[in-house]
């Protein structure tokens, strides 16, 4: 596969997704660093995102619940590139009855080189970075030349 250079917005477009147990942990990132996201275009799961919402000022694109479809969702806008960062605390001490939807979520994410926070300290990282809130270049799949190659 070859790679081509795309620039990444300074107003990004965030997916913010919590299993059951990580929900509060997710909500209160959120409440911390609120300023910091209300520039930016937010979606999120279901439940996650009404919680979000109710708790916050931050305003969210709420898609479906993750065990029926919302994971699936995210990919498919992470494939379309709108998606440019996913928070996504995920509880890995309970088994998930979707695991698959979030191992291929999780693909998709590498595939298409979206940073990605499992956890609050990397998402603190992420969201602290000078390029959470600037442009900056990145290297993304050449799915035109692919599509190509296969005629």
């Known amino acids: 596969m070859n790679y081509i250079d795309i620039n990444a917005p300074a107003i990004k477009s965030i997916s913010l997704v919590a299993h059951d147990n990580m929900k509060v942990e997710l909500i209160n990132w959120c409440q ?7 520039p930016h275009t937010l979606y999120a799961t279901g439940t996650t995102g009404l919680q979000i919402e109710k708790q916050t ?13 919302g994971d699936q ?14 928070i996504f605390f995920w509880d890995p001490l309970e088994a998930q009855p979707h695991d ?7 693909r998709l994410a590498a595939v298409w080189n979206i940073p990605v926070a499992c956890n609050r300290a990397t998402a603190d990282l992420l969201i602290t970075s ?3 809130a600037s442009s900056y270049e990145k290297k ?12």
């Open 32 to 38: 911390k660093y609120q300023d910091a996201l209300k």
């Open 57 to 69: 000022d931050l305003a969210i694109n709420k898609l479906i619940s993750g065990p029926l479809g």
């Open 73 to 86: 969702q995210i990919g498919a806008l992470i494939t379309e590139q709108k998606i440019d960062i996913m």
């Open 100 to 106: 698959p939807d979030v191992k291929a979520l999780l």
């Open 130 to 132: 000078p390029l959470f």
């Open 140 to 151: 993304i799949p050449d799915y035109q030349e692919y599509i190509a190659s296969r005629s």
